[in-house]
Nanobody, 130 residues
Framework: QVQLAESGGGPVQAGGSLRLACEAS????????MGWFRQAPGKEREWVAA???????????DSVKGRFTISTVSRDIAKNTAYLQMNSLNLEDSAMYYC????????????????????WGQGTQVIVSS
């Protein structure tokens, strides 16, 4: 069973940077997809970025393209860590950020179509202030 654990959230000033990490353990099926969603109070969940651990392909939502960078490091066959480097943060980036994983990065109409039974992390809060 895949387990995900996020870290790295916190307060940051507008224009600043923050790096989130998501450690995935327990996946033994070769390459898979890891990524991030976020949800601000009163808003719907929004996909942010995804990466294929197999070939390193990356995918971004239009709202973060050019500012955020997703990467992944594999420590052994069953442990992968995905990083989300967030630069030029603005107030609209404030949200709870959740890590998720799926067998593939299925990107349709500019969104990651993640499986209903995909594993999720507990979330890490990002607070951007002016």
């Amino acid at each position: 069973q895949v387990q995900l654990a996020e870290s790295g959230g916190g307060p940051v000033q507008a224009g600043g940077s923050l790096r989130l990490a998501c450690e995935a353990s327990g996946y033994r099926g070769g390459g898979f997809c890891m990524g991030w969603f976020r949800q601000a109070p009163g808003k719907e969940r929004e996909w942010v970025a995804a990466i294929s651990t197999g070939d390193g392909s990356t995918y971004y939502s239009d709202s973060v393209k050019g500012r955020f960078t997703i990467s992944t490091v594999s420590r052994d066959i069953a442990k992968n860590t995905a990083y989300l480097q967030m630069n030029s943060l603005n107030l609209e980036d404030s949200a709870m950020y959740y890590c998720a994983a799926d067998r593939e990065c299925t990107i349709l109409a500019g969104h990651w179509r993640i499986a209903d039974n995909a594993p999720w992390g507990q979330g890490t809060q990002v607070i951007v202030s002016s």
